[in-house]
């Protein structure tokens, strides 16, 4: 199905001129004007065209089936049926879509299943975004706009690179360079993949330029959803703490904490108070840095009816594994398991009541049995559970148990939701990133308690932040735990504070514990009524789970090699 669908290498660079470009000519060969698209003369003599241009490479191209519904791709998997979350160790998509064969490790060039688009479409941007910037340079404009519609670009562009380095490795790096079809194409430079920390040392090089060039609010209205200084610093802090991690091994930790303190340093973000769950539902908080923003105008996908339980009319989608309900702490912020498994019994971890009394960021992620959702609790019980595979609808039951209840606003309707809802934003960057960065990149750089020269704070104390907010109200991280203690506390605080965010999948890369985290069965539960008695029993929800080292990177897809005459390396092992 790629091969059909996928730009070759050479092609996705080219596509917005050239696509352009073609029509033009049609105008020349044949004297036609096409009436379906703008050429290239306008958009290089109009600000306004310009501008619109410049503000669609937010988006991205559909490159494969099930990627969003009604707008096109934004920065990531939000929003789209199958979450990034289940390619990991969060959840599974109950209905495949081309997930199972990462979970399972038969992930291959020839088949990339749903991560098979990153490298197509982000050098498609990027070309987009270089010619944007050439046109720009050229144009009559105020200095000023000029000057923030660069700052843009240059996010844009980026992110992209972020993207492709953190799902790749080495990258092809191609400057301000808009490439055509005249132009040799067989020039190695254009396959040469450049070393990550060259790779990363130009995308935070373009960040603190884009961040000088950025304003720091947007304000409301259709600004609202365009970078900011923030942005930029946000998405600085991100690839600079990647970079300082062990399977990049190209930065250091201190340059990533002080990355973070640029951020911190702004005093325009806090932690939102207004409880977990309604943060993700909520337009206008002092959390969010950067989201993606709907109106009923820009559907995406539904996200009520997509992943809701098959009780309430719901498709079941993203479900969360037992494997992250595991992880998550008891209220007094004891884990409830032993690390081989037992039942930590001081914890006070209940086995007949599994659910009782643990990090209110579960009740506001995962529906699970007996919980209240909407105008009842939900059944995942057999027999007769309304929300097992005894209940209506049953081919969309959850194989693991659970359903996901992060992101979900409960005043949309999950039964014909169409045009009533899916207006919720995609958080791309918020504050809680932000703190936990500095917690990790601080207390690697210089211990837990240490107050680094220019900050307010240590790592103990940022991470400390977030467990505690009104809402969330978890025990603070006392003063005294070592660095490798303290390495498993913001590692915990990432995988909850975080869950279903995308974040999972490349911390358990970057951390290089993915040969462990991804080998462990995708587990669920199986609960059984008899009587008022409820029966807890662990069970393998997807089977042939399996991790090896070779998928610390993605593979280029096979079409990218041969498009370059197989001048383009391939990742080791594929």
Same mark, same amino acid.
């Given at each position: 199905?790629?091969?059909?669908?996928?730009?070759? &290498?050479?092609? *996705?660079?080219?596509?917005?001129?050239?696509?352009? #470009?073609? &029509?033009?000519?049609?105008?020349?060969?044949?004297?036609?004007?096409?009436?379906?698209?703008?050429?290239?003369?306008?958009?290089e003599s109009d600000t306004v065209l310009l501008e619109a241009y410049i503000t669609n490479r937010y988006l991205g191209a559909r490159l494969q089936d099930k990627e969003g519904e009604g707008t096109d791709p934004g920065f990531g998997r939000g929003?789209?049926?199958?979450?990034?979350?289940?390619?990991?160790?969060?959840?599974?998509?109950?209905?495949?879509?081309?997930?199972?064969?990462?979970?399972?490790?038969?992930?291959?060039?020839?088949?990339?299943?749903? #991560?098979?688009?990153?490298?197509?479409?982000?050098?498609? $941007?990027?070309?987009?975004?270089?010619?944007?910037?050439?046109?720009?340079?050229?144009?009559?404009?105020?200095?000023?706009?000029?000057?923030?519609?660069?700052?843009?670009?240059?996010?844009?562009?980026? &992110?992209? *690179?972020?993207?492709?380095?953190?799902? *790749?490795?080495?990258?092809?790096?191609?400057?301000?360079?808009? =490439?055509?079809?005249?132009?040799?194409? %067989?020039? @190695?430079?254009?396959?040469?993949?450049?070393? +990550?920390?060259?790779?990363? %040392?130009?995308?935070?090089?373009?960040?603190?330029?884009?961040?000088?060039?950025?304003?720091?609010?947007?304000?409301?209205?259709?600004?609202?959803?365009?970078?900011?200084?923030?942005?930029?610093?946000?998405?600085?802090?991100?690839?600079?703490?990647?970079?300082?991690?062990?399977?990049?091994?190209?930065?250091?930790?201190?340059?990533?904490?002080?990355?973070?303190?640029? !951020? +911190?340093?702004?005093?325009?973000? $806090?932690?939102?108070?207004?409880? =977990? #769950?309604?943060?993700?539902?909520?337009?206008?908080? $002092?959390?969010?840095? &950067?989201?993606?923003?709907?109106?009923?105008?820009?559907?995406?996908?539904?996200?009520?009816?997509?992943?809701?339980?098959?009780? =309430?009319?719901?498709?079941?989608?993203?479900? @969360?594994?037992?494997?992250?309900?595991?992880?998550?702490?008891?209220?007094?912020?004891?884990?409830?398991?032993?690390?081989?498994?037992?039942?930590?019994?001081?914890?006070?971890?209940?086995?007949?009541?599994?659910?009782?009394?643990?990090? /209110?960021?579960?009740?506001?992620?995962?529906?699970?049995?007996?919980?209240?959702?909407?105008?009842?609790?939900?059944?995942?019980?057999?027999?007769?559970?309304?929300?097992?595979?005894?209940?209506?609808?049953?081919?969309?039951?959850?194989?693991?148990?659970?359903?996901?209840?992060?992101?979900?606003?409960?005043?949309?309707?999950?039964?014909? @939701?169409?045009?009533?809802?899916?207006?919720?934003?995609?958080?791309?960057?918020?504050?809680?990133? +932000?703190?936990?960065?500095?917690?990790?990149?601080?207390?690697?750089?210089?211990?837990?308690?240490? !107050?680094?020269?220019?900050?307010?704070?240590?790592?103990?104390?940022?991470?400390?932040?977030?467990?505690?907010?009104p809402g969330v109200d978890m025990p603070a991280i006392a003063a005294g735990r070592s660095q490798t203690q303290f390495r498993d506390d913001v590692r915990y605080e990432r995988r909850v504070e975080l869950a279903f965010e995308e974040h999972r999948?490349?911390?358990?890369?970057?951390?290089?514990?993915?040969?462990?985290?991804?080998?462990? /069965?995708?587990?669920?539960?199986? +609960?059984?009524?008899?009587?008022?008695?409820?029966?807890?029993?662990?069970?393998?929800?997807?089977?042939?789970?399996?991790?090896?080292?070779?998928?610390?990177?993605? @593979?280029?897809?096979?079409?990218?090699?041969? #498009?370059?005459?197989? %001048?383009?390396?391939?990742?080791?092992?594929?």
């Amino acid at each position: 199905m790629e091969g059909n669908k996928m730009l070759s &290498f050479k092609h *996705y660079m080219l596509y917005a001129a050239s696509a352009i #470009a073609f &029509f033009a000519a049609c105008k020349n060969d044949l004297t036609v004007t096409p009436t379906d698209r703008i050429s290239t003369s306008s958009i290089e003599s109009d600000t306004v065209l310009l501008e619109a241009y410049i503000t669609n490479r937010y988006l991205g191209a559909r490159l494969q089936d099930k990627e969003g519904e009604g707008t096109d791709p934004g920065f990531g998997r939000g929003f789209e049926y199958g979450l990034w979350s289940s390619l990991t160790d969060e959840s599974m998509y109950t209905n495949d879509d081309n997930t199972w064969l990462i979970q399972r490790g038969q992930l291959s060039p020839e088949n990339t299943g749903i #991560a098979g688009t990153f490298w197509a479409r982000s050098y498609r $941007s990027i070309r987009e975004c270089n010619y944007a910037l050439k046109t720009l340079s050229a144009i009559e404009m105020s200095e000023a706009h000029k000057t923030r519609l660069q700052g843009e670009l240059q996010f844009i562009r980026a &992110f992209r *690179y972020h993207d492709l380095i953190r799902n *790749y490795g080495r990258v092809v790096l191609l400057s301000d360079t808009v =490439y055509n079809l005249s132009d040799n194409l %067989q020039d @190695p430079a254009l396959f040469d993949r450049k070393s +990550i920390a060259e790779g990363v %040392q130009y995308v935070a090089d373009q960040l603190t330029e884009a961040a000088e060039k950025l304003p720091l609010d947007n304000g409301a209205g259709w600004l609202q959803g365009r970078a900011t200084k923030g942005a930029a610093l946000a998405l600085k802090s991100r690839i600079l703490l990647y970079a300082a991690s062990p399977l990049y091994n190209a930065g250091t930790w201190d340059a990533a904490a002080q990355a973070a303190l640029e !951020v +911190i340093a702004l005093n325009k973000y $806090s932690l939102y108070t207004g409880g =977990y #769950a309604k943060l993700f539902i909520t337009n206008d908080n $002092s959390e969010t840095i &950067f989201a993606r923003y709907y109106t009923k105008n820009a559907n995406h996908v539904h996200l009520e009816i997509a992943n809701g339980p098959n009780g =309430y009319g719901g498709w079941g989608g993203n479900t @969360p594994l037992q494997n992250l309900v595991d992880a998550y702490q008891m209220t007094n912020g004891l884990a409830p398991f032993n690390e081989d498994g037992t039942v930590n019994t001081a914890s006070g971890y209940d086995p007949a009541n599994p659910y009782k009394n643990r990090d /209110p960021r579960f009740t506001a992620s995962i529906l699970y049995n007996g919980t209240t959702y909407r105008d009842r609790t939900i059944e995942t019980f057999t027999p007769g559970g309304k929300d097992s595979k005894d209940g209506t609808d049953n081919w969309n039951t959850s194989k693991t148990g659970y359903y996901l209840r992060k992101f979900i606003n409960d005043d949309y309707p999950i039964v014909n @939701p169409w045009g009533n809802a899916g207006f919720q934003p995609w958080n791309y960057f918020r504050y809680a990133e +932000i703190l936990l960065n500095f917690a990790e990149a601080a207390n690697e750089a210089y211990g837990p308690d240490v !107050v680094p020269a220019g900050a307010s704070m240590s790592a103990r104390q940022a991470l400390n932040l977030v467990r505690s907010r009104p809402g969330v109200d978890m025990p603070a991280i006392a003063a005294g735990r070592s660095q490798t203690q303290f390495r498993d506390d913001v590692r915990y605080e990432r995988r909850v504070e975080l869950a279903f965010e995308e974040h999972r999948f490349y911390d358990v890369r970057r951390w290089k514990i993915a040969e462990t985290t991804e080998n462990i /069965p995708a587990y669920g539960i199986e +609960i059984t009524k008899n009587g008022s008695t409820l029966t807890y029993t662990r069970k393998e929800a997807l089977s042939g789970r399996l991790f090896q080292t070779k998928h610390y990177w993605l @593979p280029i897809p096979r079409t990218e090699i041969q #498009a370059s005459n197989n %001048q383009l390396e391939q990742n080791p092992g594929y």
